[in-house]
């Protein structure tokens, strides 16, 4: 099974800030990275498929890039409906199988 | 709009069954691969089960593998989840999710169903 690896695990961020989070696979995934934002009590909501596809309607201030066993999210200014869960999610192999999320909190 | 819908949560007992129900709508069902993915109480999303859009082929995570078959009904566009032999790691939210275009990620989720197995 591939192994995803997410850091940090939680990171506090100011409005504004500019937020980096990484994702390491245990093996190559080409471009099959999806991010996901979850805010409690809520379904996942895609942001980002094919490590840097942008989904529609997904404000452009989120980013995604890498390939192969790195990849990373940014949100360039952070905004308060920002703060929320992020999760990594590689789709090369079966299992699918997610890192273990990214707590986005208020500084 | 694009839905979904899941049903067939509660509370039973270790090594009990249970059938989960995902009613779609506003899609075209039938193009799209299918999931379940779960989420245990204050933890992360782990994915479960997969199936293709005309139910051929079928993939589980290894946890639930000969306990969890996933079917689908496309002629009633539905998904399910039939669950036996359920343990305590079994508890968690349920999610129905759609896959995109290309299966590489979930781009419609539902609401959830709480699966509790608790003596």
């Known amino acids: 099974d591939i192994q995803m690896t997410q850091s940090p695990s939680s990171v506090s961020a100011s409005v504004g800030d500019r937020v980096t989070i990484t994702c390491r696979a245990s093996?190559?995934?080409?471009?099959?990275l999806a991010w996901y934002q979850q805010k409690p009590g809520k379904a996942p909501k895609l942001l980002i498929s094919?490590?840097?596809s942008l989904q529609s309607g997904v404000p452009s201030r989120f980013s995604g890039s890498g390939s192969g066993t790195g990849f990373t999210l940014t949100i360039s200014s952070l905004q308060p409906e920002d703060f929320a869960t992020y999760y990594c999610?590689?789709?090369?192999?079966?299992?699918?199988?997610f890192g273990q999320g990214t707590k986005v909190e208020i500084k | 709009e694009a839905q979904l819908v899941e049903s067939g949560g509660g509370l039973v007992q270790p090594g009990a069954s249970l059938r989960l129900s995902c009613a779609a709508s506003?899609?075209?069902?039938?193009?799209?691969?299918m999931s379940w993915v779960r989420q245990a109480p204050g933890k992360g999303l782990e994915w479960v089960a997969n199936?293709?859009?005309?139910?051929?082929?079928?993939y589980y995570v290894d946890s639930v593998k000969g306990r969890f078959t996933i079917s689908r009904d496309n002629t009633k566009n539905s998904l399910y989840l039939e669950m036996n032999s359920l343990r305590a790691e079994d508890t968690a939210v349920y999610y129905c999710?759609?896959?995109?275009?290309?299966?590489?990620?979930?781009?419609?989720w539902g609401q959830g169903t709480m699966v509790t197995v608790s003596s």
């Open positions: 093996q190559g995934l080409s471009s099959w």
């Open positions: 506003g899609f075209i069902f039938t193009s799209s691969c």
């Open positions: 199936i293709k859009q005309d139910g051929s082929e079928k």
């Open positions: 999610q590689q789709a090369n192999s079966f299992p699918w199988t």
């Open positions: 999710a759609r896959g995109t275009v290309l299966n590489d990620a979930f781009d419609l």
């Open positions: 094919a490590a840097s």
